[in-house]
């Protein structure tokens, strides 16, 4: 009889011992973590490469230079448009170990978090700096989510640009850029008599982000704007139109897309073998960097030029990286002086000569900046503000999924009735 | 009393492991599938009890089922495919093997390792070898067939709507058609001598030895073939993310498992396609066990 007992009790120790020994290994981890050690303020982003990475460590440089007793640690992770560095984010805020700021897109992309109770509105940050006055009202008040301000934005980039070939144009026998959609159809098919791609284009995304230029174009943005609303109706004339314009479109480009990055696809313009693309302003950087940063180095408005969209002149379809401040940040107060960091005019001039992009301040300083840059300063004082779908501004995550889907079908089966009522029943949704 | 002493050491051994197993694979096949009954649709976490509704919600996704390039027909060509391709090169391989050539140990490794290399960058060689540009943009396979006169095999490769699937397989049948070999060509050392010999002794032609002798010894290999190649189709992820990274064109319920979880937070839904998956390797792998451990008894 004792002999079982202390068999059974041996037993059950083995298997307690089992279940609480990753727990206490945990546990372990945590206490090594915990806040009592010198102050790091840990920012978390997927600036991992090119000018990105280049501007980031710039900002560290005169962030450490300035704050000797928090220096700054710098957790990113790799990966385009941060689709791992967001997978890995979610599983630290799910575990309640949030960074003391991370980065995401400005908008509706933020939404997720604010909703789940993961970011701490930052109205006072705005107040105490004045950021308000510096920023385009209607950027503060699209990134506003239920009337409270969730992020600093650092940079803006615009996604309504066509870039082109000129040699190529002047070889097609096109005079000019198009401004209006008639001049567009009719410069396509003058690229095609002569023999180039017209429109270059790369994989789904670069679809969609064309798809989202196209919309503008036709609806404007406000009424573009309007559609992102939860019961927005969407079969209206105007997206009929702009939906068959997207596929008369999808008919000027190359049969090969779907397995071309939006670099390759930039790059069959700058080589002369297409003479347009719709592509975000991203695409400067890679046609005017250095070969040693893995770009063309080519030179603005003699081997590639730009203008909006045809029929988006006037609009700046926008996007921004921005900071949040998490709940529970671990070294909140740092985290509040970098937030009021990155919206200062010097950490915004520092970074986006590097990276590539404006300042989402009006007030930069124009000297700093490349061509391109120069050109977009001044839009963006001037252009009426719409939002990026695809790049997360003005539609939440599972929204845009469905779009995605919506549009990747549309790619294959080219049904302009289908893919609108789709749309539609994907915005009652919301 | 003293039963326990017989088979109390080995408990106390095994424990550990039935403890672990336990909690981390069953304990969390459990968890996924109550996610997939509950609302848990966003960021949020919820429990709430929703039935089958991210099972109905997946039924009408128009990404899911049925029609071309949807998720379900996409990993239907790819597994046939895939199994087929690998069956047969499979076999042939072991089969001229298993016939004597000269430096076997030479060939067996080689076909073996392409097994080595991750698929993740066996995609990048292969995305660049099944390069559909049209004219001098072209690469690979296409400029091969080109210089040798075949240039109307040139094609669109993955980019194909209808059996662009297909086209997705060729790097894991290159991947795993080695491994498959080394499964026969142990199957085929497997069968012994003197039934072959009998076999001859009896008048039997060179073909119908194998037809009637060998192949019949081969079908638990086959079967487990079937069984380890159904299940890695099934789950591609890695494959299809580095050649056609996240397009619809080339989505599997595996991709679109990723998508749903971590960009569009819909976790039900994302659990009701993994719960969907498991049912499916499950399908496969039930009657397999069923059958090894039948033979096991008889044995």
Known sequence: ?430 | MTNIRRWGPGLLLVSPSIVLVAVFVYGLIGWNVKVSLSDWRTAVPSSNWAGLGAYRDLKSDPAWCCGPATNVRHIIIFTVAFIIGTLLIGVTLAFLLEKGVRGEGFFRSVYLFPMAISFIAAGVVWRWLMNPAPGDRSTGLNVIFDKLGVGFLANQWYLGVNWGMAAMALPAIWALSGYIMALYLAGFRGVPEELREAARMDGASEYRVYRHVVFPHLRPVTLSALIILGHISLKVFDLIVAIGGKQLITQTPAVYMWILIYDARDYAKGAAIATLLLIAISILIIPYLIYTVRSERNA
Not at chain 1, 285 to 302: D, E, H, I, V
Not at chain 1, 363 to 390: C, H, I, R, V
């Open chain 1, 1 to 430: 009889m004792r002999r079982t007992t202390i068999l059974r009790l041996a037993l059950l120790g083995a298997a307690a011992l089992v279940l609480v020994l990753p727990a206490a290994s945990f546990g372990g981890r945590s206490k090594q973590a915990s806040p009592q050690a010198a102050c790091q303020l840990q920012v978390f982003s997927w600036w991992t490469g090119g000018g990105e990475a280049a501007g980031l460590a710039k900002l560290i440089k005169i962030w450490n230079a300035n704050n000797k007793s928090c220096q700054f640690k710098n957790e990113t992770v790799a990966g385009g448009a941060g689709t791992n560095a967001k997978a890995v984010l979610a599983q630290r805020l799910a575990a309640h170990k949030p960074p003391d700021s991370f980065q995401g897109h400005a908008g509706a992309e933020l939404r997720d978090y604010i909703k789940a109770g993961q970011l701490e509105p930052i109205d006072f940050i705005y107040k105490q700096y004045h950021f308000d006055k510096v920023m385009p009202k209607s950027l503060v008040s699209q990134i506003k989510y239920g009337g409270h301000l969730y992020s600093v934005p650092v940079n803006i980039h615009r996604a309504n640009v066509l870039w082109y070939n000129p040699k190529v144009l002047k070889d097609a026998g096109i005079t000019k850029a198009p401004t209006t959609w008639n001049e567009f159809i009719a410069d396509l098919n003058k690229a095609k008599d002569a023999g180039v791609i017209p429109l270059a284009m790369g994989e789904q995304w670069t679809a969609e982000h064309l798809w989202e230029t196209v919309m503008i174009g036709v609806l404007g943005p406000a009424g573009w704007n309007a559609l992102w609303h939860k019961g927005a109706n969407w079969n209206t004339a105007k997206v009929t139109t702009a939906l068959n314009r997207f596929k008369t479109l999808l008919g000027y480009t190359n049969t090969d897309a779907a397995n071309l990055t939006w670099q390759d696809a930039g790059k069959l313009v700058a080589d002369g073998k297409a003479a347009f693309n719709v592509m975000g302003d991203w695409q400067d950087g890679y046609f005017s960097g250095t070969k040693a940063g893995g770009n063309l180095a080519l030179k603005p408005n003699k081997d590639y030029g730009w203008t909006a969209v045809p029929g988006t002149a006037g609009v700046y379809d926008w996007l921004s990286d921005s900071f949040t401040l998490p709940k529970g940040a671990p070294h909140r107060s740092a985290a509040v002086k970098w937030l009021a960091f990155l919206g200062s005019k010097k950490a915004q001039d520092t970074f986006n000569p590097v990276k590539g992009s404006i300042p989402a301040r009006q007030d930069a300083n124009p000297k700093l900046y490349g061509t391109y840059l120069k050109w977009a300063l001044k839009q963006w004082k001037s252009d009426k503000l719409a939002g990026s779908f695809f790049h997360g501004v003005v539609c939440p995550n599972a929204w845009k999924t469905k779009i995605d889907t919506a549009l990747g079908l549309f790619l294959q089966n080219k049904d302009v009735s289908s893919l609108q009522s789709t749309l539609n029943s994907a915005a009652q949704a919301g």
